[in-house]
């Protein structure tokens, strides 16, 4: 059985939670395999949102990091250092990492490391190269984000798939033929163009969260959704919504047209309780 429950979805904060466990026999001492995608917001935060999900931090197998930006970030470095929890990041991400880390030095240079241990915890990944985490299969692939080297993923258990997909400007051709077949979605519908065009936000920054390399318009996650659909696709739930220029509404509106089914059968994921926790 694979599951997910988001924690925590926004710009103030991303995190989500993918289990993944088999049938066996009450002797067994098999445990659910779980990967934590992204991490970003204070390690205190994070903390409580897992004694929510009612899963302790020890009990988390693999951190996976979709790239450098803080609100994904946020307390990976405490949190894998505390719990020996291993990392995996690409390359571009890692090396991006470690520049925040050495400017944090600089700023305290009696600290000669800021989170000891945590580089011997640091596994890199590629598009395209799966990562087994016990019953789970990652299978991470690159998209368009203004990061060093980002990357976004689906989990499986062999038998069913999740899409992960926040934080692209566009979905390129690679993007959709990676989460074609999933069975579900945790698709980012960041904003609602009108409200963008008509916000306050300065024009520089309209044009980074609209552009090719910022986040996906409701209406681009619609057509996504349009372009991947088929008759397994079991749910969709609607991520990174922008609180300034979006509403929940917005969102399950636009990809429930898509689907056939009303708004309120589309979750969106909220920066204080993400999801519940959902089967796929």
């Known amino acids: 059985m694979l599951r997910y429950k988001n924690l925590s979805s926004g710009s103030t904060g991303n995190a989500t939670l993918v289990e993944a466990s088999v049938e066996h026999s009450a002797t067994s001492n098999r445990r659910p395999s779980r990967v934590?995608?992204?991490?970003?917001?204070?390690?205190?935060?994070?903390?409580?949102?897992?004694?929510?999900?009612?899963?302790?931090?020890?009990?988390?197998?693999?951190?996976?990091?979709?790239?450098?930006?803080?609100?994904?970030?946020?307390?990976?470095?405490?949190?894998?250092?505390?719990?020996?929890?291993?990392?995996?990041?690409?390359?571009?991400?890692?090396?991006?990492?470690?520049?925040?880390?050495?400017?944090?030095?600089?700023?305290?240079?009696?600290?000669?490391?800021?989170?000891?241990?945590?580089?011997?915890?640091?596994?890199?990944?590629?598009?395209?190269?799966?990562?087994?985490?016990?019953?789970?299969?990652?299978?991470?692939?690159?998209?368009?984000?203004?990061?060093?080297?980002p990357l976004q993923l689906t989990c499986s258990d062999g038998d069913v798939k999740l899409g992960i997909l926040t934080d692209l400007g566009h979905a390129s051709r690679h993007v959709i033929d990676s989460i074609a077949g999933c069975n579900a979605l945790l698709l980012e519908s960041n904003h609602d163009e009108e409200m963008l065009y008509n916000s306050k936000y300065p024009a520089l920054l309209k044009a980074r969260v609209g552009g090719d390399f910022g986040h996906l318009s409701n209406a681009q996650a619609a057509e996504v959704l349009s372009t991947v659909m088929h008759n397994k696709l079991r749910h969709v739930s609607a991520a990174h919504l922008s609180q300034q220029n979006n509403h929940p509404s917005l969102a399950q509106s636009a990809l429930a047209d898509v689907l056939g089914c009303l708004p309120a059968d589309i979750f969106a994921a909220c920066p204080e309780t993400g999801t519940p926790w959902m089967k796929v």
């Open 36 to 149: 934590l995608v992204d991490c970003g917001m204070r390690l205190s935060r994070l903390l409580e949102l897992l004694a929510v999900a009612d899963i302790a931090p020890a009990d988390v197998d693999a951190i996976f990091i979709t790239h450098e930006h803080s609100d994904h970030i946020g307390c990976v470095a405490q949190l894998a250092s505390r719990y020996s929890i291993p990392v995996w990041a690409s390359s571009g991400t890692h090396a991006a990492l470690q520049d925040m880390q050495l400017k944090l030095r600089a700023k305290q240079p009696s600290h000669s490391q800021l989170v000891p241990g945590f580089e011997s915890l640091v596994r890199i990944a590629s598009d395209t190269c799966a990562i087994n985490v016990g019953d789970l299969q990652l299978n991470p692939f690159t998209v368009p984000h203004d990061a060093r080297e």
